[in-house]
């Protein structure tokens, strides 16, 4: 009987040994490996300025570029899962948090991004990217995809805006008198000296709802207010002279999306845009979304762009 005992408890202890061993190789290195812990931030200097970046995986590289008064951390909630499979890289834009400013804003442009980009994925040599950018990114990207398609493996072009695309709608009118009223009163706010209040202006009109930025957890309030000083030349920056027949060019694989529920202005020019593109991309309309949806809805996000790079 006392031997039968013995074995039993040093049967227990073995499993208690087995279960600790695979919690600690196993679980351990899952559970740090979905965390979006901050990783070094590197610099590349490109036109003549650093441009800070992160960096972290191995396999094909998927460049991400963020919106207005956005930075590289503005994507990071992906990078867990990126970087699992592939090069997860994502840079903030000049004049954004935490890059020194060169000037006084006045070359903040689109070209002037779409140059920088670039120059950035050929600094990078990491062969052809996935590229994916939202809003303003987006509006670059599209810019690449035009202008250098050799640098690129697929893009993905989120709610770009681009306005001239519908300018001359009559059922974009009202989308259009809306916006101008929006971008008038953050001008307001920056002249007056008050970034801060123009950021919180903005994050407002592209949630769709006043009050928005007030209920925004604190670290994405930081994140919009690092970056507060970027309001005004975004709004005066000069305007790339898309056209359709540009954007009919594009023969890499092209991922177009938006929310159900964004701004009738980013619904009416994504569709625009998609209906300049090539027949035979892929357009992803998501439930219930605004125009910030990649970020108030992770989940879709991730399964979305996964998706994607696995089948291009």
Known sequence: MHSRRKGTE???????????LYVIVVLVPIAHAGTSEPLEVKQLR??????????????VAVVFVHGAAGDWRSWDFMRPYVAESYRFISYSRRYHY????????????????????????????????????????????????????????????????IGVLIKDLPEAKDAFTERTKAIGLMKEAVKSGDSAKATELLYDYIAGKAGSFKKLPNERKKRYLDNAKTIGPTLSGAVYPMT?????????????????RTLPFYALSTDALNRCLRPGNKVALVPNGNHIWYAEKPEETRKLLMDWFANH
């Not at 036109?47 to 191995?58: E, I, M, P, S, T």
């Not at 006045?106 to 120059?119: G, I, N, P, R, V």
């Open 46 to 59: 490109v036109n003549g300025v650093d441009l800070a970046y992160v960096d972290q995986g191995k396999g």
């Open 10 to 20: 040093m049967t227990r202890r073995a499993v208690i040994i087995v279960t600790l």
């Open 98 to 161: 935490p890059n020194q400013w060169p000037g006084d804003g006045s070359d903040y442009s689109y070209a002037q991004h779409a140059k920088d980009l670039e120059a950035f994925l050929r600094e990078l040599n990491a062969g052809p990217v996935h590229l994916v950018g939202h809003s303003y990114g987006g509006f670059v990207v599209a810019i690449v995809a035009v202008e250098h398609p050799e640098l690129l493996r697929s893009v993905t072009i989120i709610e770009p805006g």
């Open 244 to 260: 359709c027949e540009k954007l009919g060019t594009i023969r890499i694989p092209t991922l177009v999306a938006r929310g159900e």
